[in-house]
């Protein structure tokens, strides 16, 4: 089934850790099994949030060196980082298996993401100059309290309660998704892409990454292309109801803008509100009052629908 | 159309007018045995007690216990505060009841229900009304998609707009809308009349088998065999009668309503015997 939440401050920013929290604990019954956040801070010129994994949840179960694993492989990671010359401003322990870093980097992020992923275990959950990803097994309460997100501020974000089908329970498997060539640029979907794998060829043939086998990343990879393209949010949105066969509604965030689409069955849920200071959408009313208690009015977008908000 | 009688007037809107027969029919619809419109455990409730109930902290399995509680000590009207979008809230109450909640509910509101009069001062998530058998649902903003499915009975009426697949699968009762619906609304339709003032999505009566639906605004498209067709004297009449009582008439009145109706190429019941189109029903 699987639970999307989004939210964006227009021109203010705000508690939007906790706001998102409130509204995915809301919507756990829809997928116990996996929680991530995509947030969005002020962006910092210059600089890049990298988050990563040094690996998965269960790993640390796995053996008595895993400890050790991990320890080398952040070596190896900060050594990479090095010799490529990005330098290291802050570097913060999140979960035993996660870290963010702060970098300052003026070359091919590309390269770079590149040469730190094929680390053995590492995984980069999201790199940019404004978004922070979090994601993890477990419901949002638990996730937002292990990485600390009660105290994020920022402008928007999105996130998502997953409900595994037919790909694993585990870290890599979970939304939302990132994907490079973009920076800042996040997924959350609910649904089913059944041209997955013809797309998912066609684009790794083109030399686009993919680091798990689940559909949505697909959504990930074909926005941060078209965006990288030259495209703007809305003309990917808009080409994606065409090229994407399924049903899905999907939320998309950037730096500075929130999107959603909605397939032309229309059979995925999205309920909207609309003010003049913030837009919240998810799929079941009670998560946007999750954060609202007063009565708002909302509505349903229709099939084939695409939207774009500005923070 | 004034000078036919009641069977062919049936027949000109669309309907079957056979003798249905079978134990439903003969226990519960003889309208001279009134007692047996009634489940013979519905409690006797009086509509001048009223009950005021604030369930922001309580779960839906506690609201609804609370309801039938109060319906039990004889409470015939009960007013809910602060639902604030919870899901399943008043579903499969079988008795008279004045159900009011002053604000939204999320899913399957007010779902399998055979009796209440209820009112929504708020909006609906998906499913509102799901397989109601009698009674009245009025909802005062806009609901989700799968508004009324499987309809069986009874008036359920949206004064805003509603999501897609609306009256998906009814088999009977009346669904008015004041505002749009989405997609596929009135997909495998069987009996019943959905009006709807506004717009309509794409594929509008998909696959319907019977029944009657009515558009005020523009139609995207049609689906499979649904079909226009006639707008009679008699259709007028039961629109202005039907959107009066919920003061949802349109100021230009009704003149302006598309009827579409099944084109029965897919599937005709009308070449079933009556006892195995009740069966199929």
Redesign the interface.
């Known amino acids: 089934m699987c639970g999307i939440a989004g939210l964006i401050h227009r021109g203010s920013s705000s508690d939007v850790g906790f706001e998102m929290t409130a509204m995915l604990q809301a919507l756990k019954h829809r997928g116990p099994d996996s929680t991530g956040f995509a947030v969005y801070g002020q962006p910092s010129p210059g600089d890049y949030i990298m988050r990563f994994k040094l690996a998965e949840q269960e790993d640390m179960a796995s053996g008595y060196d895993i400890g050790e694993k991990i320890a080398a492989r952040e070596t190896e990671v900060q050594k990479r980082l090095g010799i490529l010359g990005a330098t290291i401003n802050d570097q913060q322990v999140a979960t035993a298996y996660a870290r963010r870093y702060v970098i300052s980097h003026e070359g091919d992020m590309e390269k770079l993401s590149r040469y730190v992923e094929d680390v053995e275990g590492v995984e980069i959950l999201s790199m940019g100059s404004a978004l922070e990803l979090i994601k993890d097994l477990g419901d949002a309460a638990l996730v937002s309290e292990q990485y600390g997100l009660g105290s994020f501020n920022g402008t928007h974000g999105i996130g998502h309660t997953r409900m595994a089908t037919e790909s694993d329970v585990d870290i890599r498997s979970a939304h939302p998704y990132w994907a490079f060539p973009y920076n800042d640029v996040s997924v959350v979907h609910n649904g089913q892409i059944t041209n997955y794998w013809l797309m998912r060829r066609e684009l790794e043939r083109k030399g686009n990454r993919f680091v798990s086998d689940c559909d949505s990343e697909l959504l990930a990879v074909y926005t941060a292309v078209n965006l990288a393209n030259g495209a703007t949010l809305e003309d990917s949105l808009k080409a994606s109801i065409k090229e994407i066969d399924g049903v899905f509604t999907y939320l998309v965030a950037t730096k500075d803008e929130l999107g959603m689409a909605k397939d ?4 995925k ?1 999205l ?1 909207l509100y609309e003010s003049d200071d913030m837009i919240a959408m998810a799929s ?3 998560a ?2 999750a954060i609202l ?1 007063q ?6 977008p ?2 084939e629908e695409i939207r774009v908000w500005r923070a | 159309m004034a000078g036919l009688n009641q069977e062919d007037r049936a027949r000109e809107l669309g309907m079957v007018s056979e003798q249905l027969s079978g134990r439903t029919q003969q226990v519960f619809f003889q309208p001279e045995e009134a007692d047996n419109l009634l489940y013979p455990w519905a409690p006797d409730v009086d509509y001048n007690k009223r009950a005021e109930l604030d369930v ?1 902290d309580l779960t839906t399995t506690e609201v609804n216990r609370e309801i039938k509680r109060l319906m039990s000590d004889g409470y015939g009207t009960i007013v809910i505060h ?1 639902p ?4 399943s809230l008043g579903v499969g109450i079988l008795n008279r009841l004045n159900l009011i909640f002053e ?2 509910l ?2 399957f509101g007010v779902g399998l229900i055979d009796g209440p009069n209820v009112r929504i001062n ?2 609906v ?2 499913s509102c009304g799901e397989n109601m058998m009698s009674g009245t649902i009025l909802i005062e ?2 609901a ?2 799968t508004f009324g499915a499987a309809l069986r009975g009874g008036d359920l009426v949206c004064r805003g ?5 609306t009256g998906i699968d009814m088999k009977g009762g009346t669904i008015l809308v004041g505002g749009d619906t ?3 609304s009135g997909f495998m339709m069987q009996r019943g009349r959905m009006v709807v003032c506004g717009n309509a ?2 594929n509008l009566g998909d696959s319907m088998y019977d029944g009657t639906i009515y558009i005020g605004g523009e139609i995207r498209d049609l689906g499979v065999d649904a079909v226009p067709a006639e707008l009679t004297d008699l259709d007028k009449a039961w629109l202005t009668r039907k959107l009066k009582l919920y003061d949802m008439l349109p100021e230009k009145g009704v003149d302006h309503f598309t009827k579409i109706v099944a084109g029965k190429q897919l599937w005709n019941y009308d070449n079933l015997e009556p006892a195995e189109k009740k069966l199929i029903l």
């Open positions: 032309t069955m229309a059979a849920p309920v079941e009313e009670v946007i009052r208690p009565e708002i009015d909302t509505t349903d229709y099939d | 922001a602060n604030r979008g919870k899901h604000g939204s999320g899913y708020g909006r998530g998906w903003k806009n989700g998609s707009s509603v999501g897609s697949r989405g997609a596929f999505g794409k």
